[in-house]
């Protein structure tokens, strides 16, 4: 709730399938023009790999586009994460390939890399 209070310019979205919800994320304007999505989570492990994520994820970038008018919408995305990195090439996005950050948690170095969708 705290986050909430803190973010109201951002925008979340739940995706639900029959009644339960499956999926989460956010779309977080930017300085730059345009917005990022962030948070995304698809829950339950048993619908993962039923194309809910892409058409989710493609959901929310349709979103970007009639909140914002945008042409362009970006992510971070953990290197190790494969299948969101999957998941979010099939809807359209491409690595910046000089984008990236190391960033240190959990006792471990993780690489996040910048993807981005165009129109």
């Known amino acids: ?32 023009g345009w917005p990022r999505l962030g948070r995304i989570l698809i829950g339950d492990p048993s619908v993962r790999g039923k194309g809910l994520g892409h058409r989710f994820v493609a959901a929310l970038v349709d979103e970007c586009v009639r909140l914002y008018g945008v042409g362009a919408v970006d992510l971070n995305v953990w290197d190790e994460n494969i299948a969101a990195r999957r998941c979010y090439e099939k809807v359209g996005f491409v690595f910046l390939q000089d984008e990236q950050t190391v960033v240190h948690a959990f006792g471990r170095d993780f690489t996040i890399h910048r993807m981005v969708w165009k129109r």
Do not use: N, S, W
């Open 1 to 32: 709730m705290e986050y909430r209070k803190e973010h109201p310019d951002r925008p979340q979205y739940v995706g639900v399938l029959d009644t339960a919800p499956v999926a989460f994320g956010e779309i977080i304007p930017q300085d730059c």
